[in-house]
């Protein structure tokens, strides 16, 4: 029998009728209830954000799980619902995934952001990187205005002459998709940015802000 890859409880547990005519999934109706979908756009001064999920304490534990507990049989449950739609929306552009410590990915072992993604997904580059250690969830919101400061391309890249959009997993006060945006953006345009999910706390500032 087929097992949730989240709790392993078998894979028909707590599915719904809506989830049973979607089709095919590799974790549980529990599991999947816990997925809150996000409908809208967020449009900031050099991107629009679109993102598959509502940020909460099920996906904070699950992240955390999968990057800092290194448990990689969870990639391709964050994005197994939205891979092919997320395919052919960033179709023969160059994804450039947000950076993280160098030497966080070292500890870790793997890129994430690149796990996430998965096979199929090979126009993927690394020209983004924070000049200085940094780590965002030590920061309050105020203080993450300061990533403007740091994040800058790798020096000694060249910018391809392509198209980019830009992929991260948490959007938690924009900055550091608007400073990717802001260097990679061609004059006058907004970048499109794909992401994992919104905290609901960026989705109450932009009602605020009318974004
Ligand atoms: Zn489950």
Known sequence: MKLCKICFQPIDTGVTLKQYFIGDDCICGNCRSQFIENHRTYELEHCIIHAFYIYNEFLENLLFQYKEGRDVALADVFLFRKRRKLHDMIRHRLVVLMPSNEHKIKERGFDHLEGMLG????????????????????????????????????????????????????????????????????????????VLCVHPRFVELCDENRL
């Open 119 to 194: 096979d199929g997904f090979q126009e993927i580059c690394h020209v983004l990187e924070k000049s200085e250690s940094y780590k965002q969830s030590e920061q309050d919101f105020k203080n993450k205005k300061r990533i403007f400061d740091v994040m800058r391309i790798k020096k000694g890249v060249e910018l391809p002459n392509k198209d980019f959009v830009l992929f991260d997993d948490v959007v938690t006060s924009g900055s550091t998709i608007q400073s990717a945006a802001r260097l990679l953006a061609k004059k006058g345009e907004k970048l499109h940015a794909y």
